[in-house]
């Protein structure tokens, strides 16, 4: 064997120059590359690369990078495509810095990137379209970790629909790697709202919201901006802002959102509220939404408009009871809105009565001025002439006079500060009184309309401050009337006090004309002040028959003097006509009880006054002498004719009648006690009243 190897070499060497390859050429024979796997893959994929001699050593790029992290065996080579590959189209194999192998690549996938997102933040079911590059490649998108569907693929856009989730990372991966939006990407819940409580409210009112995806809503009313002060996810708290109107209450946020129905109610606003008013009055009221206004209020008491409340300006109605330095309040949907500053009222004065009568030592007259809200500011006039006053409470002053009033009708009026109240007619003719004769007759006539009380409080007052009126007086009076001057003054007095007696009957008419039917208790104290002045209406009466009987029971002959005859029966008139007035006193007081406590009385009872018999004793006190000195009845009878003889026929068989009721004590001898005691003689009873109505009256006695 060694011997044919020499031979060979030496052959060779004989036959040419050429030399045999020693055993490593074999080892450097030109590598291949064959193929990559995967067949797709990107940057950061660890790849095979499959071929033939490779050596260690060699050098593999992409293009120009070279790969990382090689292993490299005779027919593979394993390496990492570095991260910073954006694409590679060719393998080049390098050994000793010279390219020894090449092979086109084609399963590279360059990486997705994404640009943007439109919108960007959506609900859920909206469609997004996120933008970039490399996305038709993509096989995964995630939001916040979880996987989306893609509903439409292409290199630089995708579609998809927004899910039901969370705010998330939004990212994309493929092949070629990852992709993600540099932001979160936000699904939005667009505020909604299921209900506001309370449903209707005013300006500047708390509202409670609630639903749901609340706590980055923004809220109006109508165009009204409205402030939360309190906002979370179900639930928020709104002021009504003012001037806002009732509509859509919304709650938005990024223009997206939804309403529900709510009523602001309007506003009353009280902007001219006149700090002083006089009372009863009106009082002027301008402002905003006065129309709203149900009910209005000083202090407790209820104003009423004296038409409907316009939009801006309402007159209401202010009654003599209304309070003073109170605010003005309007009551709207259960709110009060109340004036910035009270309104203080000023009383308007009422006056209901004049009485005057003449004064000390016969000079001038002095009187009282009646009526309601009298202050010791408050200025009088009549016809136009102050009135000097001296206060005395709300409801009386006093004056004095040089002389009396004109006899004639004239204003009287009361004015406090410049509220000036109505008028009152006074009639100078009526000498002091409320109402003289024929005034008297209208009243009647009226049922007792146009007599307040007030005036019967003043008439009492006039008729007790008459000269003269105490018993021995009055008897000493009728003993001086011996001459026909005396006479006619005895028939003046008479007749003014039997006047008296007809004005007192009128006046109870209208007290009891002015009460409340029934006996309750609460009725019976309604009529407690008025039974009051019943009761001294009736007190006064009795004194006045008794005035009329002292007044006779000293004439001397009175009767047969012509002058003093003619006195004497309009004496006789006027005492008739009271007495047939009385059957409208006890029609006016039927069912009227007055009372205090537990006790009720009949009106009817209290203003009882038996004319009649109290006339007849008027008529007997004249008598009495005679009655007293009398011996038999046709005596006394001969003397009363002789004395009556002046009168009318009528009003002397008035006379007699009264007079016959003692006519039994006459003839049974008891003369003495008859004519001393005839006022309380039992036989002087209502059977001896009067047949004839000559004189005006019921009957023959007046």
């Known amino acids: 064997m060694i011997g044919a190897a020499i031979g060979v070499a030496i052959w060779l060497g004989n036959a040419a120059p050429l030399q045999a390859e020693p055993p490593a050429a074999e080892a450097s024979a030109a590598p291949t590359l064959q193929a990559v796997t995967p067949a797709e893959f990107g940057a950061g994929a660890t790849i095979t690369i ?71 933040f959506a609900a859920p079911g ?18 916040a970790g979880a996987p989306v569907k893609v509903d439409e693929l292409g290199a630089t856009s995708l579609r998809f629909t927004a899910p039901a989730g969370t705010t998330g990372p939004l990212a994309v991966k493929s092949v070629g790697g990852e992709a993600a939006l540099k932001q979160n990407y936000e699904i939005f819940y667009a505020p909604a709202l299921t209900g506001a409580s309370p449903a209707a409210a005013f300006e500047g009112d708390s509202v409670t919201l609630t639903g749901k995806h609340l706590e980055a809503a923004k809220f109006k009313l109508g165009s009204k901006p409205l402030k ?22 919304k709650a938005e946020a990024r223009k997206k959102g939804s309403a529900v129905a709510f009523t602001v109610y309007p506003t009353p606003l009280l902007t001219t509220v006149p700090k002083e008013v006089g009372a009863p009055g009106t009082l002027k009221i301008s402002g905003k939404n006065l129309d709203a206004v149900a009910t209005w209020r000083l ?21 003599d009871s209304a309070p003073t330095d109170q605010p003005l309040v309007a009551v709207s949907e259960g709110r009060e809105f109340a004036s910035k500053k009270p309104v203080a009222v000023i009383k308007t004065p009422v006056v209901e009565a004049m009485s005057y009568w003449t004064g000390p030592e016969g000079k001038g007259v002095e009187g009282e001025i009646r009526g309601r809200e009298l202050t010791d500011k408050t200025k009088f006039t009549l016809a136009g002439k102050s009135v000097k006053t001296t206060f005395v409470d709300p409801t009386r002053v006093t004056f004095a006079l040089t002389k009396a009033p004109k006899a004639a009708e004239q204003a009287l009026q009361a004015k406090t500060g410049k509220y000036k109240g109505p008028a009152l007619t006074v009639d100078g003719a009526a000498g002091g009184y409320s109402a003289g004769p024929a005034r008297l007759a209208e009243i009647l006539a009226a049922g007792g309309a146009g007599y307040s009380a007030s005036a019967v409080a003043a008439d009492l007052a006039v008729s007790q401050r008459q000269p003269d009126r105490g018993a ?12 026909p001057e005396g006479q006619a003054e005895v028939a003046a007095v008479g007749r003014q006090i039997a006047l008296d007696l007809r004005r007192f009957t009128v006046a109870q008419v209208a007290l009891c004309a002015q009460m409340t039917a029934g006996k309750t208790q609460a009725q019976a104290e309604a009529n407690a002040a008025l039974g009051d002045d019943l009761r001294a209406s009736q007190k006064h009466m009795q004194a006045l028959a008794g005035q009329l009987r002292e007044l006779w029971s000293g004439l001397p002959l009175a009767a047969t003097a012509s002058d003093a005859s003619t006195g004497l029966a309009e004496v006789d008139a006027e005492v008739a006509a009271a007495t047939a007035a009385r059957a409208q006193v006890e029609a006016a007081c039927k069912n009227k009880f007055v009372g205090s406590g537990k006790l ?11 004319l009649p018999a109290l006339y007849g004793e008027a008529i007997k006190g004249a008598f009495g002498a005679v009655l007293a000195a009398g011996k038999t009845w046709p005596a006394v009878e001969g003397e009363v004719s002789t004395r009556l003889g002046g009168l009318p026929a009528a009003r002397k068989k008035q006379w007699k009648d009264v007079l016959k009721a003692s006519k039994s004590a006459v003839e049974g001898g008891a003369a003495a006690t008859t004519g001393k005691g005839a006022r ?11 047949k004839s109505n000559t004189g005006k009256g019921k009957g023959k006695a007046g």
């Open 50 to 120: 499959t071929g033939s001699n490779f050596a260690e050593g060699d050098v593999v790029l992409f293009d120009a990078i070279a790969l990382e992290g090689v292993t490299i065996a005779p027919g593979s080579i394993t390496a990492t495509v570095p991260l910073k590959t954006k694409s590679a189209k060719k393998l080049i194999l390098k050994r000793a810095k010279k390219k020894v192998a090449e092979l086109a690549i084609t399963g590279f996938v360059k990486a997705p990137a994404l640009t943007s997102a439109s919108p960007k």
């Open 126 to 143: 909206e469609v997004v379209t996120l933008k970039g590059k490399n996305l038709d490649r993509v096989t995964t998108l995630t939001l």
């Open 228 to 249: 939360a002060s309190e906002q979370a996810d179900a639930k928020a708290t709104v002021t009504i802002a003012k001037g806002a109107k009732s509509g859509d209450l």
């Open 299 to 319: 202090g407790q008491v209820v104003l009423v408009p004296e038409a409907p409340a316009g939009k801006s300006k309402v007159t209401l109605t202010l009654p």
């Open 472 to 483: 021995e007086p009055l008897k000493a009076l009728g003993r001086a009337a011996t001459s």
């Open 600 to 610: 009720l009385s009949e009106a009817g009872a209290v203003a009882k006054v038996d």
């Open 680 to 690: 309380g003689d039992k036989h002087v009873e209502p059977q001896a009243k009067p």
